[in-house]
């Protein structure tokens, strides 16, 4: 089996995100980029049908810092490894790159295509069904199980309040992985050295091939603090104050 | 212009967010348009029950299978639309919607807007808040109609429910496409609630990604036993095998609404907040103050986790008597 997994590099959304000039995009001078953590998962998914029934990964990586996370993809488990040209600090749109993932698909011939269920980036749509609709492949997404047998494939889908939904679909096919079946491994620092002299494939973008699309007018930062109390930063001062709150409400105890 | 509202519902239960679509619709239809909503499944009965604020229904009905995949949903909604030209079609953001609606968007050729939050219509145009980074930026998007959004559970209250009169109530057959799908539902799973239903429970203690590491929860768990709380987790803490799935809060999980939700170390994604921002009383911790948990909190702190369970813990303890 040919397999295709996504690699996205994002901002830290954990730290602060401070706008850009223009208004109509963050400001990443100073941003932390890090795989996108679905996509690490997407990732593991794929090294696991590697090793349960054998398999050729393909990591195709777009974003800052893609050679290096292409590396640890290589450190991983990845046969080989692909670098998407993007644009310099701009966000990684699903519909504007999912023309070029189907289009590595194709090349590549792959069976199936990975990559996280969704980024904070997404705002324009998630890529597995862009992807999906394009190739007119069967999709599934918030998948959190992968049993590969031959040419088919089951896969687990998260429904919400612990509902699990189970589908059976044939390759070719794309999925967008919520959670791996294990959790993404550790790599070790020797065999980071050694993935280092993997050799990293480049790859050119397709256009989006879409005519029309929304547009980001502006961005902004949300009102902070809704109408809360800010009880402030000094524990022993807010535990006291909770303790009351508590009380008051009926709640400190049974 | 007709706008289409995307619902949901299985296991005889018409997802409470699919009124929410329609009000979404209605809000947006100006003298003259019609509000369409679009139902696949099996309890078509309970679409027509409820979906009386929508001008008709058109209800793709499955006799074989309760839950339909998205791909098939995408399909009959696709042939909707080339029957009914839609200027706007309304998709809920769910397991179903997030397939759903890109896949309609690239068939289409049409631009998608995800995670909306407010709509405002200029005729043929629309000005769009959605969320980015994981609520923490606010995007304001232009969009042309026709046009498909994906908006978020919550964004708008829900449609007064209510019978549609029959004439307004379109019925497809669902099964064939059902047969001829690539995607087949071969079994569904629902948890057995009977060790912790979260959903049940009037106070909770819920961990983040801000505990650190498995071990520490037992501290969180501690103090959730002194306030007669359940414990639980957001997603990176279930992930990461820490709490069972039962105990995640979320869209993934379980939504939420005690009199108690005390949130510690968790950030507050828009795909927690859906699951728990309709609590009696929210107390947030977290370090970060630009937490988007914040924006729900009735209380907030920035203080160490730690410190404040240690220090909560020593006050209820020394209350108690114990």
Partial sequence: MNILVVLRMIPDSAGELQLAEDGRSIDREWLDFQLNDFDDHALEEAILLKEAGGAKVTAVAVGEGANRVLQMAAARGADEVVALQSEEDAMISSREIAASIAAMARAKSADLVLCGVQSSEDVFGQLAPYVGALLDWPHVSGTNRIVANGAVLRVTQERGAGVAVTYELATPAVLGVQTASKAPRYVSGSKLREASKTPIGRATPESSGFERSAEIITLRLPVQGGSGENLGGNAETVADRLVSILAAKGLARN | MKLIACTEGHSSKIEAFSLEMIAAARSLAQAGDEVVAFFAGRDTEGASASFGAADRLIVARATKSDVIPAETYALLLRDVITAESPGLVLVPYSANGLDVAADIAARTGWPLVSYVNEIKRHG???????????????????????????????????????????????????????????????????????????????????????????????????????????????????????????????????????????????????????????????????????????????????????????????????????
């Fill in chain 2, 124 to 322: 043929e145009s629309l000005t769009i808040v959605a969320q980015m980074y994981g609520g923490k930026i606010l995007a304001e998007c232009e969009v042309q109609l026709p046009a498909i959004l994906m908006i978020n559970p919550g964004a708008f209250a829900e449609a007064p429910p209510g019978a549609i009169t029959a004439v307004s109530v379109q019925t497809i057959d669902a099964d064939p496409a059902l047969t001829s799908g690539k995607v087949k539902m071969v079994a569904i799973d629902v948890p057995d609630y009977a060790d912790v239903d979260l959903t049940t429970a009037e106070r909770i203690v819920c961990v983040g990604r801000g505990i650190g590491d498995e071990a520490s929860i037992d501290l969180a768990r501690n103090l959730a036993t002194m306030l007669g709380a359940e414990i639980a987790g957001s997603r990176p803490v279930v992930d990461n095998g820490w709490l069972p799935k039962l105990r995640q809060v979320g869209k993934s999980g379980q939504k939420v609404k005690p009199k108690l939700y005390l949130a510690l170390g968790v950030s507050g994604a828009p795909e927690h907040l859906e699951g728990m921002s309709q609590a009696d009383l929210i107390i947030a911790v977290n370090t970060d103050p630009k937490a988007p948990i914040f924006n729900v909190a009735h209380y907030g702190a920035t203080c160490d986790l730690f410190d404040l369970v240690a220090n909560l813990s020593d006050r209820l303890r020394a209350g108690s008597g114990r």
